[in-house]
T-cell receptor, first 115, second 113 residues
Framework: EAQVTQNPRYLITVTGKKLTVTCSQN?????MSWYRQDPGLGLRQIYY???????DKGDVPEGYKVSRKEKRNFPLILESPSPNQTSLYFC??????????????FGPGTRLTVT | SQQGEEDPQALSIQEGENATMNCSYK?????LQWYRQNSGRGLVHLIL?????REKHSGRLRVTLDTSKKSSSLLITASRAADTASYFC?????????????FGKGITLSVRP
């Protein structure tokens, strides 16, 4: 089954304790991205990756890191989490469309609480 | 900002009625997409319309695009309780290699049984 998986699904942590949220897709997509969703703000892109070893900042990259060492995996790293990073996080993998553009496939989400 | 803005923010209708949701955006786009999100879950792609298209259908969904007004509408006909969800429009300002989807804040649709 074609899917995007994220782990963990729920995480409560404390300020400053490094954490990694994993993301994996089995569709051989080149383009992957991370979003955070906050009430009243919609989805905002954190980082994206066009291919292996190619990553770039989205709209809200501060406080986050990513890596893309393999095509299927795109982990999100919070080196020193702070309470304002409490949010619902989504990883997405994108199918390149004929004629340009992407259709995104989303993971189930990771609800992160930083106390 | 390229971000699409949906209207209304919330919509409550009776089962069987049609639901119309609107999206406006600011700059030129390659395509516009609609996604659905059930509470707390990942978004699911519903339909895509390209800038050279004016209308598309998919099952009970009908989407229109007016590039002169920079607006789109999503119509769900004969709504069902299972259509209760948040709906997002996403604009794709494809410029060669750096295509990027920008999402609006979403519309909350409630369909009463």
């Amino acid at each position: 089954e074609a899917q995007v998986t994220q782990n963990p699904r729920y995480l409560i942590t404390v300020t400053g304790k490094k954490l990694t949220v994993t993301c994996s897709q089995n569709m051989n997509h080149e383009y992957m991205s991370w979003y955070r969703q906050d009430p009243g703000l919609g989805l905002r892109q954190i980082y994206y990756s066009m291919n292996v070893e190619v990553t770039d900042k989205g709209d809200v990259p501060e406080g986050y890191k990513v890596s893309r060492k393999e095509k299927r995996n795109f982990p999100l790293i919070l080196e020193s989490p702070s309470p304002n990073q409490t949010s619902l996080y989504f990883c997405a993998s994108s199918l390149t469309l004929p004629g340009g553009g992407y259709e995104q496939y989303f993971g189930p989400g990771t609800r992160l609480t930083v106390t | 900002s390229q971000q699409g803005e949906e209207d209304p923010q919330a919509l409550s209708i009776q089962e069987g009625e049609n639901a119309t949701m609107n999206c406006s955006y600011k700059t030129s786009i390659n395509n516009l997409q609609w996604y659905r999100q059930n509470s707390g879950r990942g978004l699911v792609h519903l339909i895509l319309i390209r800038s050279n298209e004016r209308e598309k259908h998919s099952g009970r969904l009908r989407v229109t695009l007016d590039t002169s007004k920079k607006s789109s509408s999503l119509l769900i006909t004969a709504s069902r309780a299972a259509d209760t969800a948040s709906y997002f429009c996403a604009t794709d300002a494809f410029t060669g290699a750096n295509s990027k989807l920008t999402f609006g804040k979403g519309i909350t649709l409630s369909v009463r049984p």
